[in-house]
């Protein structure tokens, strides 16, 4: 983990289709009556959110309740949700074609009922349909269809939290994605790393390496299917670029000095990364279509962990020019560097947000670190989380939520998630050893017009 550190500041498998392929979304026919009204929204009074009281009650038809059961893991993990217990549900067998009792759902104080089914098809896919309603305005807020294989039963899990997710907050959800990470195993003295992939729920995790070599800084492209990463070997460090759906592999070549802290740029067509040549330490960024490559910075200092902005036109990273770790911010061609971080400490691995409103980065002072974020002038600087160690922040697709490492002292470092409020934090999915997270974007585009229509919706 401190080599890691180190290195960011001074220095044919396929894992699952990353779109579903064969799936398909459409709105759901017919349902119920009456009033319309406004859009359910997320109170948030001083900074704390109000979770919804939310019943997923389990599906008919094949894994229905393990289905069920997933929505509500997710919807609970956002903060923004609070399924209610099962137990207390005071009405069974709901059906597509009916609506709900609302009074029974009013009376256990459920703000929103979703249910749903699993179809056979004649293909062998399957149609899982669902509705989401407002019980107390007693109308339908959404409804949905997705076709895909019985084996894609989590996935399709995900994208239904992920509608439920951005139909109920307007923003767009963040469950239909993974993480790829840096999987550690052995002793201290006898570490073994790993490239490896998981789902965001910590399920189904998957190496990508035999670890023959300590990896590093792995990073997603905009597209979900790959990733570059830094590979240490017996007498070599690459840089490489992974294909998850094929698992080819490819050097970005051999350079005159060490290369380290890939990132892509929004569109997937360059990779910024630092070199350490003749003992300085600058950032360049190479065309991948040409292999041209092209030094922006050129200071005595050390300029590393380079992070594009989402519109491509800055680049965040950090440098000890001043002396300490601060983080500056460059046009993409490298003119106008200029610093952003004003407090004490020694700032490093900074990550622009998605929505490119914010910049986020670890933080070490007075013997602890933190994960934290400010807006991209500098200003409005926060801690999320601190503790004895943490660092390498990752942004969730929608830019609410981060990922990063944390180690206790003389413990195991784990994955662990915080959102922009700092009051959701927890470990995440993955209870495994890992660290270096990044998070993928979301692996299908988000289906548009949320929105029920016809006499029994709530409008937009």
């Known amino acids: 983990m401190r080599l890691?550190?180190?290195l960011a500041s001074a220095c044919m498998i396929a894992v699952g289709a990353s779109s579903l392929a064969t799936a398909q979304s459409t709105p759901v026919p017919g349902a119920a009556p009456p009033q319309q009204q406004g859009p359910i929204e997320?109170?948030?009074?001083?900074?704390?959110?109000?979770?919804?009281?939310?019943a997923v009650a389990p599906f008919s038809g094949q894994n229905g309740a393990d289905l069920a059961g997933v929505i509500s893991g997710d919807l609970a993990r956002s903060g923004f949700f609070q399924p209610i217990n099962p137990r207390s549900f005071v009405e069974t067998g709901l059906t597509l074609a009916n609506a709900p009792d609302f009074p029974k759902w009013t009376g256990i104080g459920a703000q929103a009922v979703l249910y749903g089914s699993v179809t056979p098809r004649p293909d062998g896919r399957n149609n899982v349909g669902f509705r989401l309603y407002?019980?107390?305005r007693q109308c339908q807020l959404v409804s949905y269809q997705f076709t895909a294989t019985a084996e894609q039963w989590r996935r399709i899990a995900h994208k239904i939290a992920d509608v439920v997710y951005q139909r109920m907050t307007g923003e767009s959800g963040f469950f239909d994605s993974r993480i790829i990470y840096v999987a550690e195993s052995g002793t201290e003295l006898n570490r073994l790393s790993r490239l490896a992939i998981v789902d965001q729920d910590g399920y189904n995790p998957v190496f990508l390496t035999d670890g023959s070599e300590i990896i590093l800084t792995p990073r997603f492209s905009s597209n979900p299917d790959e990733i570059t990463y830094m590979a240490l070997g017996r007498d070599y460090s690459r840089i490489y670029l992974y294909n998850l759906s094929t698992g080819r592999r490819e050097s970005l070549g051999e350079f005159d000095g060490q290369a380290l802290a890939p990132r892509y740029s929004p569109d997937g067509t360059k990779v910024a990364f630092s070199i350490i040549r003749g003992g300085n330490t600058d950032v360049y960024v190479m065309d991948l279509r040409s292999r041209q490559l092209s030094r922006l910075t050129s200071d005595p200092g050390i300029d590393t962990s380079p992070s594009f902005s989402p519109d491509a036109s800055q680049i965040v990273f950090n440098s000890d020019r001043s002396g300490t770790p601060r983080l500056y911010v460059m046009n993409a061609n490298g003119s106008n560097q200029r610093p952003i971080s004003r407090g004490g400490g020694s700032y490093t691995a900074p990550s622009w947000?998605?929505?490119?409103d914010m910049i986020a980065f670890t933080k070490s002072s007075g013997g602890r670190f933190s994960i934290g974020v400010m807006n991209t002038d500098g200003s409005g600087e926060r801690s999320l989380s601190s503790s004895y160690f943490e660092e390498g922040p990752s942004w969730a697709p929608n830019g609410r939520y981060i990922m990063f490492a944390r180690q206790t002292r003389g413990g195991n470092t784990n994955l662990w998630m915080v959102d922009l409020s700092g009051r959701?934090?927890?470990?995440s999915g993955y209870q495994g050893r890992g660290s270096d997270p990044a998070w993928s974007p979301l692996l299908d585009a988000p289906p548009a017009g949320l929105g029920s229509s016809g006499p029994d919706s709530c409008g937009t």
């Open 134 to 136: 407002d019980p107390y």
């Open 42 to 54: 997320v109170e948030i009074d001083q900074g704390v959110i109000r979770p919804f009281q939310i």
């Open 4 to 6: 890691n550190l180190l």
């Open 353 to 356: 947000s998605p929505r490119g």
């Open 424 to 427: 959701v934090i927890a470990q």
